[in-house]
């Protein structure tokens, strides 16, 4: 609006320049360079305004004002130019997320829980505990177990466990030989076959709890004769159960939060807190003496086989 109020004042003042009069009916010479001067100054302004006009129509203040004030000047009707500066215009995102459904990948696979096949070596069997307590005291004195196995209504004492039915008999021979009333007992359950239906991604960690346990055995039956018949040290000792407790932690860890309907998870889960607790007190045993340490390697081992042993009795019950 403004634009135009200058450009009345400016044809006005051209006006003001003309030499014609009504009286005398012509224009005087100096009317005339007045009409030259007055049609170039108007002929600038229009220039000017041209450009001007251009400048705003390319820019989005041109927008604005083409729409708002010279539209409404040349278009027909009363509509009243709006007062507001442009706004941008953006794009329109949806913000609600789409609903995704949730698709969990199971999978199914077939695994076997390796049978156990032990034969320890028996000292004795009782009907209470206190009287089971003076042999277990001698044995574990002599660097041997002294592990107390409750069999139903009896306890039965193990000395130490070897993994062939031979090596068991020779050591049984020995003990006989100097004094022992020594007998074997097998530790014995069948493979049990598993049929496994968890996340696929999990799948890798089951079995390896699945395999992991019964390999601990072979471990700790290895660490038990080499402890004894190559005199390693208590330092070397307490190494091995850490090197042991570390990895059964991480099984343990990688087993938490798996879900599996057959109850599997669970028993192996009751297994390794055990295994931990067994292997936890022998790196926390404070002693200098060698022999005590091999009876205490020993204990561990007897433990983590009969740990076993019920891990297999709860999941073939489960089957």
């Given at each position: 609006?403004?634009?135009?109020?200058?450009?009345?004042?400016?044809?006005?003042?051209?006006?003001?320049?003309?030499?014609?009069?009504?009286?005398?009916?012509?224009?005087?010479?100096?009317?005339?360079?007045?009409?030259?001067?007055?049609?170039?100054?108007?002929?600038?302004?229009?220039?000017?305004?041209?450009?001007?006009?251009?400048?705003?129509?390319?820019?989005?203040?041109?927008?604005?004002?083409?729409?708002?004030?010279?539209?409404?000047?040349?278009?027909?009707?009363?509509?009243?130019?709006?007062?507001?500066?442009?706004?941008?215009?953006?794009?329109?995102?949806?913000?609600?997320?789409?609903?995704?459904?949730?698709?969990?990948?199971?999978?199914?696979?077939?695994?076997?829980?390796?049978?156990?096949?032990?034969?320890?070596?028996?000292?004795?069997v009782y009907s209470s505990i206190e009287y089971a307590q003076?042999?277990?005291?001698?044995?574990?004195?002599?660097?041997?177990?002294?592990?107390?196995?409750?069999?139903?209504?009896?306890?039965?004492?193990?000395?130490?466990?070897?993994?062939?039915?031979?090596?068991?008999?020779?050591?049984?021979?020995?003990?006989?030989?100097?004094?022992?009333?020594?007998?074997?007992?097998?530790?014995?359950?069948?493979?049990?076959?598993?049929?496994?239906?968890?996340?696929?991604?999990?799948?890798?960690?089951?079995?390896?709890?699945?395999?992991?346990?019964?390999?601990?055995?072979?471990?700790?039956?290895?660490?038990?004769?080499?402890?004894?018949?190559?005199?390693?040290?208590?330092?070397?000792?307490?190494?091995?159960?850490?090197?042991?407790?570390?990895?059964?932690?991480?099984?343990?860890?990688?087993?938490?939060?798996?879900?599996?309907?057959?109850?599997?998870?669970?028993a192996l889960d009751d297994y390794y807190m055990e295994v931990?607790?067994a292997i936890t007190t022998f790196v926390s045993a404070d002693?200098?003496?060698?022999?005590?340490?091999?009876?205490?390697?020993?204990?561990?081992?007897?433990?983590?086989?009969?740990?076993?042993?019920?891990?297999?009795?709860?999941?073939?019950?489960?089957?």
């Amino acid at each position: 609006m403004e634009y135009r109020r200058r450009r009345k004042r400016r044809t006005g003042m051209s006006t003001g320049y003309s030499g014609y009069t009504r009286r005398s009916g012509y224009r005087s010479s100096r009317g005339s360079n007045a009409d030259a001067y007055g049609l170039g100054s108007a002929l600038l302004i229009l220039l000017l305004t041209a450009g001007l006009i251009y400048i705003l129509f390319a820019t989005s203040v041109g927008t604005w004002i083409a729409k708002n004030v010279f539209s409404p000047l040349f278009s027909k009707g009363d509509t009243e130019p709006s007062t507001s500066l442009p706004t941008a215009e953006l794009p329109t995102a949806n913000l609600i997320p789409s609903e995704t459904p949730y698709f969990t990948d199971k999978s199914t696979e077939s695994m076997t829980l390796s049978g156990l096949d032990m034969y320890a070596l028996q000292m004795g069997v009782y009907s209470s505990i206190e009287y089971a307590q003076g042999m277990i005291s001698t044995l574990k004195s002599l660097g041997a177990a002294g592990y107390e196995y409750f069999d139903g209504q009896n306890i039965r004492v193990f000395a130490s466990a070897y993994n062939t039915e031979a090596a068991a008999k020779s050591v049984s021979a020995r003990l006989n030989d100097q004094g022992y009333e020594c007998t074997i007992y097998n530790l014995r359950a069948d493979a049990v076959e598993l049929t496994v239906t968890a996340d696929a991604e999990k799948m890798e960690s089951i079995r390896t709890a699945i395999n992991f346990a019964h390999s601990l055995i072979d471990d700790i039956n290895e660490e038990v004769i080499g402890f004894d018949s190559e005199e390693r040290s208590i330092d070397y000792g307490k190494a091995i159960g850490n090197e042991m407790l570390a990895n059964v932690k991480s099984i343990r860890g990688a087993l938490s939060g798996i879900t599996e309907e057959s109850g599997l998870i669970s028993a192996l889960d009751d297994y390794y807190m055990e295994v931990t607790g067994a292997i936890t007190t022998f790196v926390s045993a404070d002693t200098d003496n060698r022999v005590e340490m091999s009876g205490k390697l020993k204990y561990l081992q007897c433990q983590i086989i009969t740990q076993y042993l019920a891990l297999m009795q709860s999941i073939g019950y489960n089957e």
